[in-house]
Nanobody, 125 residues
């Protein structure tokens, strides 16, 4: 599966941004799509993820209540709605895909074999 992330940019603190991840190729059977981010000098960290087949999405504690992951099945796109952003949300955001991923490992970046190219999000006034 190929992934293409888009929607990044410069946003003021407290503002909103919507990221999209377009998926193509491969099968959507038993696939989990996730968002990760990496700030300069820091390790890549989990943001949110969802099973394409259904079930509750999962969000990291640091973004819970502010970010929401969703999908558009017709467009085969996963979205990340980012509200009330903070300067610490500044990072390159990546979408990733994993097959046959058990829920307990949904936040483990080493379990995702397919990655998009990343989109920069900068939160600054």
């Amino acid at each position: 599966v190929q992934l293409q992330a888009s929607g990044g940019g410069l946003v003021q603190p407290g503002g909103s941004l919507r990221l999209s991840c377009a998926a193509s190729g491969g099968t959507f059977n038993d696939i989990t799509l996730g968002w990760f981010r990496q700030a300069p000098g820091k390790e890549r960290e989990f943001v949110a993820a969802m099973r394409w087949s259904g079930g509750a999405p999962y969000h990291a504690e640091s973004v819970k209540g502010r970010f929401t992951v969703s999908k558009d099945s017709a467009k085969k796109t996963m979205n990340l709605q980012m509200n009330n952003v903070r300067p610490e949300d500044t990072a390159v955001y990546y979408c990733a895909a994993a097959y046959r991923l058990i829920h307990g490992l949904i936040d483990r970046k080493d379990r995702y074999a397919h990655w998009g190219q990343g989109t920069q999000v900068t939160v600054s006034s």
